[in-house]
């Protein structure tokens, strides 16, 4: 089985510059997250879906971010403009059910200049 | 407040020794659910193990054990014959009954280094 799947693996952007970042969540899952990890803040979750509703928005930074998910099978983040200090890695992860593991993709690692 | 701490930044241990990583966390919750998750210098998050509050059992898969205290409020890992695939960071999380157990908060990591 395919895991989680993210594209880019890269980005490299000039500020200002908008940024859209996607996952491809494992079939049959029914939750969907967003993380970012920096080396100053550690691991954050951004947001999260359910069933491809967005539950819990409460980690998005600013209004410059936004998500959806459009269907069970797909998930975009943006970065409208994005600015040097959104440099990270961005993970997306899928869960079945509410108690279980999640599972990450490999991440897109965005550098904004 | 919850919050989860790994006081160990680094650990070094030689091959085929075991090694514990530790855990330690804070919450009221009643209900918890405790993960540790690995990432090589590739980047990937890989889940280990899963420990429920309320599992009586301490988790075990494979060669990864945890070590859950509950009075203490410890959930340490433990990776028995260590590999030098092992080496990475490691990361303990846990999900709460009040945020409904999808939000996982992470701790800081440690740095493993598995030594020939």
């Known amino acids: 089985d395919a895991g989680v799947i993210q594209s880019p693996r890269h980005e490299v952007t000039e500020m200002g510059q908008e940024v859209t970042l996607r996952c491809k969540p494992i079939?049959?899952?029914?939750?969907l997250f967003w993380y970012r990890q920096t080396m100053m803040r550690g691991l954050e979750l951004l947001i999260y879906?359910?069933?491809?509703?967005?539950?819990?928005d409460s980690g998005m930074p600013e209004d410059r971010f936004s998500a959806k998910m459009p269907n069970a099978s797909f998930s975009t983040l943006k970065i409208q403009p994005s600015e040097p200090r959104d440099s990270a890695v961005y993970f997306c992860?899928?869960?079945?059910?509410?108690?279980?593991?999640?599972?990450f993709g490999p991440g897109t690692r965005l550098t904004v200049l | 407040a919850q919050k989860i701490t790994q006081t160990q930044p680094g650990m070094f241990v030689q091959e085929k020794e075991a090694v514990t990583l530790d855990c330690t966390y804070d919450?009221?919750?009643?209900?918890?659910?405790l993960f540790w998750y690995k990432q090589p210098s590739s980047g990937e998050m890989i889940f280990l193990i899963y420990q429920g509050s309320y599992d009586q059992q301490n988790a075990t898969e494979g060669r990864y054990s945890l070590n859950f205290q509950k009075a203490r409020k410890s959930a340490n890992l433990v990776i028995s014959a260590s590999q030098l695939g092992d080496s990475a960071m490691y990361f303990c999380?846990?999900?709460?009954?009040?945020?409904?157990?999808?939000?996982?908060?992470f701790g800081t990591g440690t740095r493993l280094l598995v030594s020939p």
């Open positions: 999380a846990m999900s709460f009954l009040n945020t409904g157990f999808q939000k996982l908060v």
């Open positions: 919450t009221s919750d009643p209900s918890y659910g």
């Open positions: 879906f359910n069933n491809n509703v967005p539950i819990d």
């Open positions: 992860a899928s869960s079945l059910g509410r108690r279980n593991e999640q599972f």
């Open positions: 079939s049959g899952h029914d939750y």
